[in-house]
């Protein structure tokens, strides 16, 4: 059996979605499965170290998932030939020393987006890795969600006929610490501009890679942001003023005629299917898409709706959608475009997500958030 060994620097992932989704359920998950196999005589292993500033919760973290090897010294995980990949998920404005020391020790390069808070620096950190000659890639594990995979496969089938619009909504309630029981379920660095927090610059980021992936090319955007909780309290209890976005609002047209709308708030209650949900409508057939479920509703299946409301609705719009089954076991979505990575170091085989790609992400949001300003629709 032909081996490829991968050391993997693992920074900044004491945080909650370095730790679940980039530790626990990708880089562990594959270690454990064994790697990544290439053929019946070959395949690519891992071998993760994390590296961070907190010793304690380094080696508590290594010890709960198997891990070997942590250190607080990054640049002596940077010289050792063995690593051969770093992967960032350190707060947004921490990425570009992080990437520039990795980009120079000649490691390949994997990191969390937003890659920057403005698109200039975002295409700096992408020129920086392209001119050093190391391969380099963004997450965009949205792309790889149940949900989002059924819906392309209804598009490349024709279920929708032509797509008119496409209306999405994300988001739940974040306690702010203050009069609630319950802690707030993300760090106050989020709602701090200064420290380059605000949903905008976070979830238009994602949006522009599903959008441009799975219904065309986005060619203007009109957005309207809102910080509605002015006030929250830090992780020591201390009361500190938003500044930062928590609500982004924002309506796209694309090349191609469609029109998007997206939603997305840490300031809502959620009644509807999953955090995030999507609903697609075109000329033949809609569909609702949550992150692994996916409902379908053909014109032959729509029903015929007569505006009175002086009577009880008699119709379920419940009903008449049917669930899109699949036999396919879809495996975590960070998880695939890791292994994705992985065969694009070993292989060279094809990966456009790259960090130019994600500062594709970047110039959305900036854009967006100059479009609030100035209360105007924006080319891109």
Request: net charge negative; charged share 25%; proline share 4%.
């Amino acid at each position: 059996m032909k081996e490829h060994k991968l050391g993997i620097i693992m920074n900044g992932v004491t945080g909650r979605m370095g730790t679940n989704q980039h530790l626990i359920r990708s880089i562990c998950a594959i270690r454990d499965q064994g790697g990544v196999q290439i053929s019946p005589d070959e395949k690519i292993t891992v071998d993760p170290i994390l590296t961070g500033r907190n010793e304690d919760k380094l080696m508590a973290l290594a010890e709960n998932n198997g891990v070997s090897r942590w250190t607080t010294n990054l640049d002596e995980a940077l010289a050792d030939p063995g690593n051969q990949i770093f992967f960032d998920a350190s707060s947004t404005l921490h990425r570009t020393r992080f990437v520039e020391r990795a980009a120079k020790a000649e490691k390949a390069v994997y990191c969390e987006k937003p890659t920057a808070v403005t698109k200039g620096e975002a295409l700096r950190l992408a020129q920086i890795c392209e001119d050093a000659g190391v391969k380099n890639g963004v997450v965009q594990d949205k792309l790889w969600l149940p949900g989002i995979r059924k819906l392309k496969k209804l598009i490349k089938d024709g279920f929708f006929g032509e797509i008119f619009s496409v209306r999405g909504e994300f988001g739940y309630w974040v306690f702010t610490g203050a009069d609630e029981d319950q802690p707030a379920q993300r760090p106050s660095w989020n709602y701090r501009k200064e420290d380059g927090g605000g949903i905008m610059i976070d979830m238009l980021c994602h949006w522009r890679y599903l959008v441009d992936n799975v219904f065309g090319s986005i060619k203007s955007i009109s957005c309207r942001g809102a910080t509605h909780v002015a006030e929250r309290m830090d992780e020591q209890g201390i009361p500190y003023k938003c500044t930062a976005d928590d609500s982004c609002y924002a309506t796209m047209e694309l090349e191609n005629g469609i029109l998007c709308q997206f939603n997305s708030s840490w300031t809502v209650r959620v009644r509807r299917d999953d955090l995030f949900v999507m609903q697609v409508d075109g000329s033949k057939g809609s569909a609702v898409v949550g992150l692994r479920e996916c409902r379908t509703q053909s014109i032959s299946d729509t029903p015929r709706p007569v505006w009175n409301p002086d009577v009880v609705q008699p119709i379920d719009f419940y009903e008449g959608w049917k669930t899109v089954d699949s036999e396919q076991d879809y495996d975590n979505a960070f998880k695939v475009q890791w292994e994705l990575f992985l065969r694009h170091v070993v292989l060279d085989e094809p990966f456009p997500y790259d960090l130019r790609s994600g500062a594709l992400g970047v110039e959305l949001a900036e854009i967006g958030l100059q479009s609030w300003a100035g209360r105007k629709w924006i080319d891109l």
